[in-house]
T-cell receptor, first 109, second 117 residues
Framework: AQRVTQPEKLLSVFKGAPVELKCNYSYSGSPELFWYVQYSRQRLQLLLRHISRESIKGFTADLNKGETSFHLKKPFAQEEDSAMYYCALSGGNTDKLIFGTGTRLQVFP | GAGVSQSPRYKVAKRGQDVALRCDPISGHVSLFWYQQALGQGPEFLTYFQNEAQLDKSGLPSDRFFAERPEGSVSTLKIQRTQQEDSAVYLC???????????????FGEGSRLTVL
């Protein structure tokens, strides 16, 4: 079965601390993995995708096929990073996304 | 407008009523998706259109749910005889690419929050 697991509902850190939002997936083929973010009172938007190997707003995510993980990391959290983060996967010949339940990141000053 | 537009933003329905939720995707976007997001959960896929063709409706929870996109642009999600468990935010998303591009770049609307009493 296709599934995305985000074990933490809430992650609280102080500004400047490192952040790691965990994501594990279950998929029988070779999925594409993504992180979406929803800031307060804004719509859900794409943050980054594994295939691009990009760093967006200081965030990176490495796909680990052996551990079936795609954790989101940032070395120094900022207050403006406070948001809801969703890990998602797609696979096969469709752009249908399967989302995790999300992790709320709170960054305190 | 530049983004995906959904209406109404909020809808309160009595159990048993029919509701219709509208999605106006970004102009020129080929793909359109509907998702259901219950409180405290991630978005769950409902159905997918490529232009006017409904290619995947595997996520529709029952035959009370029906979606259409007759001219390949605006889409309507209809829920008949609403039940309390239908209470959720219904998200619409569109993509420039046809299915299979796997870009993952969906543009979401703000959602329609449905509350069934």
């Amino acid at each position: 079965a296709q599934r995305v697991t985000q074990p933490e509902k809430l992650l609280s850190v102080f500004k400047g601390a490192p952040v790691e939002l965990k994501c594990n997936y279950s998929y029988s083929g070779s999925p594409e993995l993504f992180w979406y973010v929803q800031y307060s009172r804004q719509r859900l938007q794409l943050l980054l995708r594994h295939i691009s190997r990009e760093s967006i707003k200081g965030f990176t995510a490495d796909l680990n096929k052996g551990e079936t993980s795609f954790h989101l990391k940032k070395p120094f959290a900022q207050e403006e990073d406070s948001a809801m983060y969703y890990c998602a996967l797609s696979g096969g010949n469709t752009d249908k996304l399967i989302f995790g339940t999300g992790t709320r990141l709170q960054v305190f000053p | 407008g530049a983004g995906v537009s959904q209406s109404p933003r909020y809808k309160v329905a009595k159990r048993g009523q029919d509701v219709a939720l509208r999605c106006d995707p970004i102009s020129g976007h080929v793909s359109l998706f509907w998702y259901q997001q219950a409180l405290g959960q991630g978005p769950e896929f409902l159905t997918y259109f490529q232009n006017e063709a409904q290619l995947d409706k595997s996520g529709l929870p029952s035959d009370r749910f029906f979606a259409e996109r007759p001219e390949g642009s605006v889409s309507t999600l209809k829920i008949q005889r609403t039940q309390q468990e239908d209470s959720a935010v219904y998200l619409c998303a569109s993509s420039f690419y046809a299915s299979g591009a796997n870009t993952g770049e969906l543009f979401f609307g703000e959602g329609s929050r449905l509350t069934v009493l």
